[in-house]
């Protein structure tokens, strides 16, 4: 039972390069999500599907681009990779059911990005 | 939008002892959700307990206990018999009428000492 899986766990990037952090999850789950993690600020949300072909900017978008063509799968692009994009970034993924928050957000273990 | 703020940086405990971790939030909503996460220096987000506002009992999970003031936009976390291994980064979420849209406070460092 994996759960939700993230690659790669680390990432050296430098200034102006652009790469994909990969999420993916074996759980059925309709909802996904991108969140950064910075200290001090907790954690922001990036962007989030609600389902294949379906996706919306969080908080802090700018930057970083997703799509959604499977149900399993939630790449994050960073673009144009900026030393304000060091962070720890985590993927998030939830059953949607009639209530809200029936189910609670299943997290990755994370990947730790640093852009030189 | 809703902010949820946490006041206390960092914590310290003694083991076997209780200690209790502090949040505020602001919403204009009125049906909601908050949860306490801990994350181990393993970076794993682990969902140790959750309320929904509807609810007036403050839920329970064994160790851990909530005290939830709707009123007053409280939501503290209750840790009692504390163990080495609470040790940890605790986060405080708010998650309202948006799917999975959780806002986190900036976290409160525990540590706890044999």
């Known amino acids: 039972n994996a759960g939700v899986t993230q690659t790669p766990k680390f990432q050296v990037l430098k200034t102006g390069q652009s790469m994909t952090l990969q999420c993916a999850q074996d759980m059925n789950h309709e909802y996904m999500s991108w969140y950064r993690q910075d200290p001090g600020m907790g954690l922001r949300l990036i962007h989030y599907?609600?389902?294949?072909?379906?996706?919306d900017q969080g908080e802090v978008p700018n930057g970083y681009n997703v799509s959604r063509s499977t149900t399993e799968d939630f790449p994050l692009r960073l673009l144009s990779a900026a030393p304000s994009q060091t962070s720890v970034y985590f993927c998030?993924?939830?059953?949607?059911?009639?209530?809200?928050?029936?189910?609670?957000?299943?997290f990755g273990n994370g990947t730790r990005l640093t852009v030189t | 939008a809703q902010t949820v703020t946490q006041s206390q940086p960092e914590m310290s405990v003694q083991e076997a002892e209780t200690v209790t971790l502090s949040c505020t939030y602001d919403t204009s909503e009125n049906n909601y959700y908050l949860f306490w996460y801990k994350q181990p220096p393993s970076r794993q987000m682990i969902l140790v307990i959750r309320?929904?506002?509807?609810?007036?009992q403050n839920a329970t999970e064994n160790r851990f206990s909530v005290n939830f003031q709707k009123a007053a936009k409280s939501f503290s976390l209750k840790i009692s018999d504390s163990q080495l291994g609470d040790t940890a980064m605790y986060f405080c979420?708010?998650?309202?009428?948006?799917?999975?849209?959780?806002?986190f406070g900036q976290g409160t460092i525990l540590t706890v000492h044999p």
């Open positions: 309320q929904e506002a509807y609810k007036q």
């Open positions: 599907s609600v389902g294949a072909g379906i996706t």
């Open positions: 998030a993924s939830m059953l949607i059911r009639t209530g809200v928050m029936d189910s609670p957000l299943h």
């Open positions: 979420a708010y998650g309202g009428t948006s799917y999975g849209k959780l806002t």
